[in-house]
């Protein structure tokens, strides 16, 4: 338990608050021009969710240096706003999510140059599972190799029923390398996970929410954006809660899913004990017993 000491105090850290960001930090349809990786915060009853908009529609939102450069950006910024209660990740491109890897930038490497961009891929991933905030993954169409590995590091994936997905490197002499062949053991279990890569399988939406792959599969509309309307209704779900004890409880599952339970049951007393203090707590308590429904601030 002494070795899960500093990953306890890691969560500590990365939960204190920090100094909001103003709407000024989230580009508008406008100011996005011709951006691959564009941020919208919602108002009105959706006041707390942001979307991560993928249009890279030329090359099917693949994962290329200025569309992962972008990616990167956004996430270091919308990190530190406390307003963001949801993180949702959809795309502009019909049909798509995300292709993966980008072959025609990756042809043009040599192997070193691969070596290091993979990296940097698998560091892109980390700090979308690291996000504090919850994030969901709207599959309205192909999530292959990178881009079902994107959406594994999402705490949540909704997938349209007739999105195709798979690790698909095996088929092209590769092997997934942002995170594929830890996140999806951790999704699937071993042996199903050992199945799907070795053999390089696609799914359908529906197959991959019977092994569990995805939370909610939806029938497909004539918009193409089936996936996303039920990946906001899932945010909505989430944005009436207190939004430090989502993000504890968040710390709390990925930072003991990394230890024994011993030391689990230790991390998740010291998120505990972080949310007792806050208004939140005082204000859920007192809507229970005055009967009426919370309102929580985030303090």
């Known amino acids: 338990m002494q070795r899960a000491l500093p990953r306890v105090l890691r969560v500590l850290r990365i939960l204190r608050p920090r100094r909001p960001l103003g709407a000024r930090h989230c580009a508008s349809d406008a ?8 941020v919208r915060a919602l ?38 706003d406390q307003h963001v209660r949801v ?21 043009q490497m040599s192997p070193v140059e691969v070596g290091v961009f993979v990296q ?15 994030t969901i993954a709207a599959m309205d169409g192909f999530a292959l190799g990178g881009g079902l590995e994107l959406a594994l590091a999402c705490d949540l994936r909704v997938a349209a029923s007739s999105a195709v997905m798979g690790l698909i490197e095996t088929t092209r002499g590769l092997l997934p390398g942002a995170g594929g062949t830890q ?13 799907l890569i070795f053999t390089g399988r696609r799914l359908s939406g529906e197959q991959a929410h019977q092994l569990g792959l995805v939370n909610h599969a ?50 998740e007393g010291m998120c505990y004990a972080q949310n007792i203090p806050t208004q939140d707590r005082l204000e859920g308590m007192a809507a229970f017993r005055e009967k009426r429904a919370p309102k929580f601030v985030g303090k």
């Open 120 to 134: 940097r891929l698998r560091g892109l991933m980390n700090e979308i599972a690291a996000f504090p905030a919850p």
């Open 183 to 195: 996140r999806l053991p951790r999704c699937l279990g071993v042996a199903l996970a050992k199945e």
């Open 43 to 80: 108002a009105g009853p959706d006041r707390g969710i942001t979307e991560i908009l993928m249009n890279r529609p030329h090359a099917r939102n693949a994962l290329g240096h200025i569309f992962v450069k972008e990616l990167f950006e956004a996430l270091a910024l919308l990190r530190e």
């Open 218 to 267: 939806v029938p497909q509309n004539e918009e193409g954006d089936a996936a996303y309307h039920r990946a906001r209704a899932l945010a909505q779900e989430i944005l009436p809660q207190a939004p430090i004890a989502v993000r504890l409880g968040k710390a709390a599952i990925d930072r003991g899913m990394e230890v024994d339970i011993a030391s689990g049951m230790a991390i």
């Open 31 to 38: 100011a996005a021009g011709g951006r691959e990786i564009q």
């Open 87 to 107: 993180l949702l990740f959809r795309s502009g491109v019909k049909g798509v999510f995300c292709a993966g890897a980008d072959l025609k930038e990756r042809e």
